[in-house]
């Protein structure tokens, strides 16, 4: 089969690889759908050590099963293989099981391929309604989703429901589109880019701008550098939340005495629950969610140059979809 594989920092190869193999349990997948994450751009620039050259990356899939009892059957990915029997797993906190697997990590390869293998469990059928190439977003979205989901539990009862997202990419937007769908009707996003900040206004109906001086009962940070985090320590009410989902990079920024002096919440969160992953594909499914139309799509042989773009912010739209068969 073909895939696009990692071969180093900023090198990345369209070629041949062995076929993907279902082990006892799983399912081959016809991978017709892969978006590009902040995480596979970090692994692209050489700054993530848990995704070591050479190796297929991609975890943001759609497809269609081939061959078995479910042969033909629309599938989105959750890329996030878990044991089922640890604490966590039995909590429904499937995200911090401590034997936790991510295709696109080693061991298991990542879906810019043809081909993928999964198990069942980690399938959500899609209606035949659905394009596979929104399908796809079910898994950064869930991310948001329950970054989201975490922010609103912890935020007081007595707190004004608005939220302030910071970083307007995949996450960010997610990130909005979430808080919304769980009836948050004060949304802002900041993002520096211009381009991108008019396409999150203009093509996606957010309230976006370049900076804020406002502050918000619930901040996300869905960027996660440094400088993100003092922005968000700064702008959360006091008693209020902040939610940080992106890993930017681990300097320091994060106000830890206003933070305390202030009752400000401080969630760290990964990743997502199989719910929330299955709730979050429920809400793309029925349109709660809105179009998802801010995306682009290429075909798998052009990825090294989508990267290219990617890096040199040559991209507005917060999400560029693969397609392994163009």
Not at 77 to 97: H, I, M, S, W
Not at 164 to 184: D, F, P, T, Y
Not at 238 to 248: C, D, T
Request: aromatic share 6%; with cysteine.
């Amino acid at each position: 089969m073909k895939a696009l594989v990692y071969q180093g920092v900023e090198t990345l190869g369209f070629t041949d690889v062995p076929d993907a193999v279902p082990q006892t349990g799983e399912h081959l997948i016809k991978v017709e759908a892969v978006g590009i994450c902040g995480s596979d751009m970090h692994a692209y620039l050489g700054h993530d050590a848990r995704r070591p050259a050479p190796l297929i990356l991609g975890h943001e899939a759609a497809g269609t099963i081939k061959g078995g009892t479910h042969d033909g059957m629309r599938v989105t990915v959750n890329p996030l293989v878990t044991c089922g029997v640890c604490p966590a797993c039995k909590a429904g906190r499937e995200n911090l099981c401590p034997d936790r697997q991510i295709i696109s990590m080693m061991p298991r390869e990542g879906a810019f391929a043809q081909y993928v293998a999964m198990p069942m469990s980690n399938l959500v059928e899609v209606p035949d309604h659905v394009p596979l190439e929104k399908a796809a977003l079910a898994e950064p979205l869930a991310v948001s989703w329950h970054a989201a989901r975490l922010a609103l539990e912890a935020l007081h009862l007595s707190m004004e429901r608005r939220a302030l997202v910071i970083g307007g990419g995949a996450i960010g937007l997610a990130a909005s589109l979430a808080l919304k769908a769980m009836g948050l009707d004060d949304v802002t996003i900041v993002e520096p880019d211009p381009s991108r900040c008019a396409f999150l206004h203009d093509q996606a109906g957010q309230t976006a701008v370049a900076s804020t001086d406002q502050s918000f009962p619930i901040v996300i940070d869905a960027v996660g550098f440094g400088v993100t985090r003092a922005s968000a320590s700064s702008l959360v009410q006091p008693g209020g939340v902040i939610a940080h989902v992106g890993l930017g990079d681990d300097n320091p920024g994060f106000d830890v005495r206003r933070a305390t002096l202030q009752e400000i919440t401080f969630i760290g969160t990964y990743t997502y629950t199989a719910v929330d992953f299955r709730d979050t594909a429920a809400a793309l499914f029925d349109g709660r969610l809105g179009p998802l139309d801010w995306t682009q799509t290429r075909a798998l042989a052009d990825g090294a140059s989508a990267f290219a773009d990617l890096r040199a912010g040559k991209v507005a739209t917060p999400k560029i979809i693969l397609d392994p068969w163009s």
